[in-house]
């Protein structure tokens, strides 16, 4: 009896579909991820007993570092330097919003003087970030 023998599979297997399968679940992942910005100063806020409100994205943001130096849009900036920014940016003062991001470990002193640097530049709305109080 003469069988016939079975055809020689070959040396190589196909992983293309293997290939297509990674590719579609990379692409499922990188669209349904959400992809949050992170600050460009390391900042530790002090935690608050109030819940903290959403941070509005149409503002300007400020940070004090825990050594007590002054950040926005990621360059070093004194109080002076701050004030003469602010005080020549073209929207009106009474809209803009201003959200300050203190380190928990930011003096007080240099936190209060911020705010008053703020205010006489004529910002009308100030918030300060903090981290809700964990129940």
């Given amino acids: 009896m003469n069988l016939d023998r079975p055809k020689k599979r070959s040396e190589s297997e196909n992983i293309i579909p293997l290939i297509n399968i ?47 130096k002054i950040y926005f849009d990621g360059h070093s900036l004194s109080p002076h330097e701050l004030f ?18 203190a380190d928990s470990n930011a003096s007080a002193r240099k936190l209060v003087s911020i705010l008053d640097t703020l205010k006489q530049s004529g910002i ?12």
Avoid: C, W
């Fill in 22 to 68: 990674v590719f579609l679940l990379l692409i499922f992942f990188m669209i349904t991820a959400k992809l949050a910005s992170s600050d460009a100063i390391e900042i530790h806020p002090p935690v608050s007993a109030q819940p903290a409100s959403e941070q509005s994205q149409d503002g300007l943001t400020i940070y004090l570092n825990h050594e007590d």
């Fill in 84 to 101: 003469s920014i602010l005080s020549t940016q073209p929207e009106s003062k009474d809209t803009r919003s201003i959200t300050l991001k």
């Fill in 124 to 135: 009308k709305k100030i918030e300060l970030l903090t981290q809700s109080k964990p129940l």
